[in-house]
């Protein structure tokens, strides 16, 4: 399969770029850059029945999230998504994955509640998965003022995102709780420095680079990080029977799209339901670039069947 003509359009322009590479630059300036090509690259405007604030405790300080009501929500507690943004552990917010939160709230019919997690360098790991458990066990507690039925709780993420909906699921295991139906995992990251064919064949020229994934794990991680720690490298936890039903998405030109299969894998050989789609002429991110990319948009709709299916 070959790239798609508008992706291969897309990366001829950003090689044209004087925009700088994100290892060349601050956390600081990656998180701008990554909300410049957010702005460019999604889809504006996506009326939605309403969206709320709020901050929430956590394990070091309060968590910031978003709420969002979709349009026909009727009356009775609605599914719930909490969902994890990309951004390798240092960029992305509430703001560069809000349009992809306002469609899939109107498209799965569920509230989705987007987390801003602390980032690295200035929160290194664990602080990212911590504060993602924390705001999933906080939506079981609170399922009632919030609408929605604890037992139809999922998460999600994209990226770091999906390493984080990955990680939960698997705390929630070994913790007794709280109850997850599924997990959506869009090309997670599932492996600390992980040397995969994918890794080194993509590893340059198709918007995420190795040397990108580098510097997100030089600023996430600290030396005395145990690669095989699950908690930041899912793929190498142990055991993964018991845990929800997943769906996983690759890309076919992703540096993670091995990693991201071999995830798929392992929990089908554990007996987790997990559906597997790879978009083989795809790039890493295409999710959040649905303003511009056709199959992009009909992945979200892909995606989103999945989770009324899990949800019922």
Not at 149 to 159: K, Q, Y
């Amino acid at each position: 399969m070959s790239l798609d003509a508008i992706v291969k359009g897309l990366l001829d322009e950003m090689a044209a770029s004087p925009m700088p590479k994100l290892w060349e630059v601050s956390p600081a300036q990656g998180r701008e850059m990554y909300r410049m090509i957010a702005n460019t690259m999604e889809p504006q405007g996506i009326s939605i029945g309403k969206t709320e604030n709020m901050s929430i405790p956590g394990p070091a300080a309060p968590i910031q999230i978003r709420i969002y009501t979709p349009v026909a929500s009727g009356g009775t507690a609605l599914p719930v998504l909490v969902y994890f943004h990309g951004g390798g552990f240092v960029i992305g917010d509430l703001e560069t994955h809000d349009p992809l939160c306002r469609t899939l709230a109107n498209e799965t019919g569920a509230k989705v509640i987007a987390v801003d997690y602390r980032l690295a360098p200035e929160h290194k790991f664990p602080a990212a998965p911590e504060d993602s458990y924390a705001a999933v066990k906080w939506v079981e507690t609170n399922a009632a003022s919030l609408g929605v039925d604890p037992n139809r709780i999922a998460v999600g993420g994209d990226s770091a995102g999906g390493n984080l909906a990955a990680v939960v699921c698997q705390m929630a295991k070994q913790k007794g709780g709280p109850h997850i139906v599924f997990q959506l995992l869009i090309y997670p990251v599932t492996q600390l420095r992980a040397n995969t064919d994918s890794m080194k064949s993509f590893a340059e020229g198709y918007f995420l680079e190795k040397k990108t994934m580098d510097w997100f794990f030089d600023q996430y991680t600290t030396p005395g990080t145990d690669p095989n720690d699950p908690r930041v490298s899912p793929l190498a936890a142990a055991d993964l029977s018991g845990l929800p039903r997943a769906y996983v998405v690759t890309a076919g030109f992703d540096p993670l799209r091995d990693e991201g299969k071999a995830y798929a894998d392992k929990l089908n050989r554990a007996g987790v339901a997990a559906v597997y789609v790879d978009y083989p002429s795809m790039i890493h991110g295409f999710f959040g670039m649905s303003g511009v990319i056709p199959q992009a948009r009909q992945a979200i709709t892909d995606a989103s069947a999945a989770l009324r299916k899990a949800f019922g």
